[in-house]
């Protein structure tokens, strides 16, 4: 199994921006897409984009649509989270995740899952 570890979290204000990065173990990332989840405290895990890692397709959950951006390196070993406008309500622990087959935001369907980058945004 792939193992991630996220880093990039940070504490931001309102309308800041971040990058978070996931890597992958192993010379390729060797799953059919990653993607990025959220939890806030008391709330559910949801997704937020994923990307296809052979043919780089994307998708993106409403609420972030246009201000995020998930992107992989050419050796398909790093997937980052670029958060743009950000707001406090993204503020959430987040998570990189793995699986193979289609690629969806659901995150009983993902195999493989980092610890965990906190972000924070003040109003």
């Known amino acids: 199994q792939v193992e991630l570890m996220e880093s990039g979290g940070d504490s931001v204000q309102a309308g800041g921006s971040l990058r978070l990065s996931c890597v992958a173990s192993?010379?390729?990332?060797?799953?059919?897409?990653m993607a990025w989840f959220r939890q806030a405290p008391g709330k559910e895990r949801e997704g937020v984009a994923w990307i296809e890692v052979r043919t780089g397709i994307r998708d993106y959950a409403a609420s972030v649509e246009g201000r995020f951006t998930i992107s992989q390196v050419s050796a398909k070993k790093t997937v980052y989270l670029s958060m743009d406008s950000l707001q406090p309500e993204d503020t959430a622990m987040y998570y990189c995740?793995?699986?193979?087959?289609?690629?969806?935001?659901?995150?009983?369907?993902?195999?493989?899952w980092g610890q965990g980058t906190q972000v924070i945004v003040s109003a």
């Open positions: 192993g010379y390729r990332v060797g799953a059919s897409c």
């Open positions: 995740a793995a699986k193979g087959g289609m690629c969806d935001l659901a995150p009983d369907d993902f195999s493989d």
